[in-house]
C-alpha cells in the first residue's frame, strides 16, 4: 500500500507570494490533516479534512487554508506569504479522524526570502 | 503556553541499555496520547499509544507508561538498538472527553541518539 505523499518536496518563494501544496493521503483514508513544523514552535496543528468538509482548525491566520476533493487528496493554500512561514509543512492522513493513529507524508520544506 | 512538554532535547544512551523519553503535559483534557518517531527527511512515524484508562502499554521493546496524576508520560526502550536513534514526539490529543477535537498536539520532540 503506497504511503502518504507530498508535493513539492522542497520550494522556494519570496515574501507576498503565495503556495499551494499537495497531499495525497494513503488509500481509502479519508481524514487529511495539516501540520506545521518549525525549529521554535515544533509540530503544530493546522487543520484537518475528513470527506471535503474542514472538521477542526489550529490557531493559524486566514492565510492558510485547504481543501479536500472527493477522492481525498488535499492541498493546502498559504497567502501573502511572510519569512516566519518557512517550515516543513507535514500532511498526515488517517482513516477515521485526526485523533487515531495517523500516517505521515515526507512533507514539504517552504523556504520564504 | 505549550501543553506538551519534552523537556529534554537530546538524550544519549548506549546500545543495549534503557532509554526513558519524559513528557509532561497541562491540559487536563487530553486522554490520549502517542508517541512518534521521525527520521531526518521523512515524516514522524506512529510509534505507540495509550488511553487514560490505562496506565501501562507494551509493544514489543517499547512500552508506555501514564501517570495521570502527575500529567506525565514515558517512553521505555528496552534494548536501545542503533536504528532507534531519531527524534522522539510526544503527542496527545482530548478525544474522549469532550475537549474538542483540535488535533494532535505536539511535544517539541527529544533527539535520542543510541551509542554503540
Known amino acids: 500500500k503506497a504511503g502518504v505523499t507530498q508535493t513539492p518536496r522542497y520550494l522556494i518563494k519570496t515574501r507576498g507570494q503565495q503556495v499551494t501544496l499537495s497531499c495525497s493521503p494513503i488509500s481509502g483514508h479519508r481524514s487529511v490533516s495539516w501540520y506545521q513544523q518549525t525549529p521554535g514552535q515544533g509540530l503544530q496543528f493546522l487543520f484537518e479534512y475528513f470527506s471535503e468538509t474542514q472538521r477542526n482548525k489550529g490557531n493559524f491566520p486566514g492565510r492558510f487554508s485547504g481543501r479536500q476533493f472527493s477522492n481525498s487528496r488535499s492541498e493546502m493554500n498559504v497567502s501573502t506569504l511572510e519569512l516566519g512561514d518557512s517550515a516543513l509543512y507535514l500532511c498526515?492522513?488517517?482513516?477515521?479522524?485526526?485523533?487515531?493513529?495517523?500516517?505521515f507524508g515526507p512533507g514539504t520544506r517552504l523556504t520564504v526570502t | 503556553d505549550q501543553q506538551v512538554k519534552q523537556n529534554s532535547p537530546s538524550l544519549s544512551v548506549q546500545e543495549g541499555r534503557i532509554s526513558i523519553l519524559n513528557c509532561d503535559y497541562t491540559?487536563?483534557?487530553?486522554?490520549?496520547f502517542l508517541w512518534y518517531k521521525k527520521y531526518p527527511a521523512e515524516g514522524p512515524t506512529f510509534l505507540i499509544s495509550i488511553s487514560s484508562i490505562k496506565d501501562k502499554n507494551e509493544d514489543g521493546r517499547f512500552t508506555v507508561f501514564l501517570n495521570k496524576s502527575a500529567k506525565h508520560l514515558s517512553l521505555h526502550i528496552v534494548p536501545s538498538q542503533p536504528g532507534d536513534s531519531a527524534v522522539y514526539f510526544c503527542?496527545?490529543?482530548?478525544?474522549?472527553?469532550?475537549?474538542?477535537?483540535?488535533?494532535?498536539?505536539f511535544g517539541k520532540g527529544t533527539h535520542l541518539i543510541i551509542q554503540p
Open positions: 503527542a496527545a490529543s482530548a478525544q474522549y472527553s469532550g475537549g474538542g477535537a483540535d488535533g494532535l498536539t
Open positions: 491540559n487536563s483534557m487530553f486522554d490520549y
Open positions: 498526515a492522513s488517517s482513516f477515521r479522524d485526526s485523533l487515531s493513529e495517523q500516517y
